[in-house]
C-alpha cells in the first residue's frame, strides 16, 4: 500500500481497528516490535481499542527483535506454538 497520506480510503478500509467492535471469536496478534511496514504504536492502538470495547478474548505476541517478516528462528517457534495452540483450544471442537 502507498502512505495513509496518498490512500487514506484504502488505509481506512483495511484497518483492523475500525473493525474491533465486530471481534467475536480469538484473536492472536504476533507483531514485530521493529516493524517498519505496520508500526507497533499501531497493534498499540488496537490493543486499547479492544480493551475499550470490553472485548477479552485475544492476545498479543510482541516479538523485540522483529521487523515485519520474522527471521530469528525463536520467534518462529513462538509463533507457531501459540497457533497450535489457538487451533487445539479454540477450533478443534
Known amino acids: 500500500m502507498n502512505e495513509p497520506v496518498q490512500d487514506s480510503i484504502a488505509y481506512a478500509r483495511s484497518s483492523p ?12 496478534i504476533c ?5 517498519v511496514n505496520v ?5 498499540v492502538r488496537l490493543q486499547q481499542k479492544l480493551i475499550e470495547l470490553g472485548k477479552d478474548q ?23 506454538k501459540r497457533i497450535l495452540k489457538l487451533f487445539q483450544e479454540r ?3
Open 31 to 35: 507483531h514485530g516490535m521493529v516493524d
Open 39 to 43: 508500526h507497533f504504536q499501531d497493534v
Open 91 to 93: 477450533l478443534k471442537k
Open 58 to 80: 485475544w492476545e498479543l505476541a510482541a516479538y523485540p527483535m522483529e521487523d515485519h517478516g520474522f527471521v530469528e528462528p525463536s520467534s518462529w517457534t513462538d509463533e507457531y
Open 17 to 28: 481497528i475500525n473493525f474491533a467492535a465486530g471481534l467475536k471469536n480469538h484473536l492472536l
